[in-house]
């Protein structure tokens, strides 16, 4: 069984899409032998509402929930237009583009395979043992990240290479989810953490992430179809970061998630599967290529993406966004 990760992003959606495929190939065309095991792993079996449900905590002290095998419906049942529609009072930078078209058609797909997936982002503390580990350069310490400064107008969004997993221009600690790293630096984690373990970690394909993050459910988001209601299990664009920038107002939702950037991983309500933050706080590197047009011919078991493209996919949204995404 593989052991995949969900993994933070850059802390604004398609910021290295310049990096994507330049390096690093896909994890899993490198398998890594099995070794000895590791005895700071500890596997827990829990029992939940009846149903068996396997935890392991792995050598680093991540915590990976074992994902059954099963079929869903994934992308939007909604049309684009009827998405536009719906999300038309929201000024998010997010929904400006044509953003819904590459969530259908809505289609059957099956994951033939249980899997773990990480319980929670990836975070600071664990991607600095990484680090540390191998002396390691994320591309945004080689070039530039993105983060917060102080502008003339106060506050402000931008690019430079002052930013990067260290410095994001506001407070982070090892609890919170590992930002301003590409899904080079993400694969690289992956191969870093198979080769200490023995196992293959690799990103999770998007249909795997789908499948996770709806874990039974059908409406837009997890906890139902209200955008206002995201608050409820994750750090959005909320009336707390409203507040600290004012031109944001037509983005952000009403409710209150006390986050005004990214918030420690876990503070919020877990899906059914008992994964955290799967909407909101950092948005996740997937291990496909993006196409556009994908879901029109994706095959229908365990699909894995475009066979190359310009840029891999990105989802579960951020802080900084309310989309379904
Ligand atoms: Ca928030």
């Known amino acids: 069984m593989t052991a995949l990760l969900t993994f933070a992003t850059a802390i604004l959606l398609g910021i290295w899409t310049e990096f994507d495929g330049a390096e690093a190939g896909d994890a899993n065309s490198q398998p890594v032998p099995n070794q000895k ?4 792993n500890t596997e827990t079996d829990t029992r939940d509402s009846g149903q068996s449900q396997k935890l392991v905590t792995n050598s680093i002290g991540m915590k990976l929930t074992l994902i059954p095998a099963g079929e869903f419906m994934m992308g939007s049942k909604e049309s684009p237009e009827e998405l536009r529609n719906a999300f038309k009072d929201y000024a998010d930078p997010c929904l400006w583009v044509d953003h819904f078209g590459d969530q259908y058609p809505r289609h059957r797909v099956r994951i033939t395979k249980p899997f773990y997936l990480g319980t929670h982002h990836v975070t600071v503390g664990q991607f600095r043992k990484f680090v540390e580990d191998t002396a390691y350069k994320t591309d945004a310490e080689q070039s530039y990240g993105v983060g917060v400064a102080i502008g003339p107008g106060g506050e402000e969004f931008t690019a430079g290479r002052q930013f990067n997993w260290r410095n994001t221009g506001f407070a982070q600690t090892d609890e919170h989810p590992v930002v301003n790293v590409s899904w080079n630096d993400a694969t690289e984690f992956c191969r870093w953490l198979s080769r200490k373990e023995g196992k ?17 459910t059908t409406t837009r988001f997890y906890n139902g179809e209200d955008p206002e209601k995201l608050a409820q299990v994750g750090n959005v664009l909320d009336a707390t970061c409203k507040a600290r920038f004012p031109h944001l107002e037509d983005s952000a939702i009403h409710g209150v998630d006390g986050y005004v950037f990214t918030s420690p991983v876990g503070r919020f309500r877990p899906n059914a599967f008992g994964l955290y933050d799967m909407h909101g706080n950092a948005a996740q590197w997937c291990s496909d290529w993006y196409g556009a047009k994908y879901y029109e011919a994706s095959p229908a078991d365990d699909p894995s993406g475009p066979n190359s493209a310009k840029s891999r996919v990105c989802r579960g949204s951020s802080w900084g966004a309310v989309g379904p995404s």
């Open 37 to 40: 095991r590791d005895p700071n």
């Open 200 to 216: 293959t970690y690799r990103l999770p394909t998007e249909a795997q992430w789908e499948y996770a993050c709806r874990a039974g």
